[in-house]
């Protein structure tokens, strides 16, 4: 995903942050010219191996309004070792606004 304001621009990617299949959070980049980028960011900062996505990035003044999927409650203390994916707790959305 791309967002184009002014000259500036904001990208997202998502990167893995452990070996379950719905751990990976959200990386941003930015750049004032759309050639040369900077070192990635991530958007979540809550250290947690579970799902972070689905990000939507609008201008929104001279800044950029974001939102994503914030999974952090589905990763419940005591679940290491357990079989499979699961998915206990419940999902969340997050909103900032980036200057």
């Known amino acids: ?9 904001l990208a997202h990617y998502l990167a893995r942050s452990g070996t379950g299949t719905y751990a990976y959070d959200v990386a941003l980049v930015q ?3 759309g ?3 900077s070192k ?8 947690k191996e579970a799902e972070h996505g689905f990000v939507t990035i609008l201008p929104y003044g001279d800044n950029f309004f974001v939102t994503w999927l914030d999974g952090r409650n589905t ?3 005591g ?4 079989e499979g994916d699961h998915h206990d ?3 969340g ?4 606004v980036l200057l």
């Open 1 to 9: 995903m791309l967002a184009v304001n002014n000259n500036n621009y």
């Open 31 to 33: 750049s004032s010219d």
């Open 35 to 37: 050639k040369k980028w």
């Open 40 to 47: 990635p960011f991530l958007l979540n900062t809550d250290n």
């Open 75 to 77: 990763v419940m203390e």
């Open 79 to 82: 679940m290491a070792g357990m």
């Open 89 to 91: 707790g419940h999902h």
């Open 93 to 96: 959305a997050r909103v900032c």
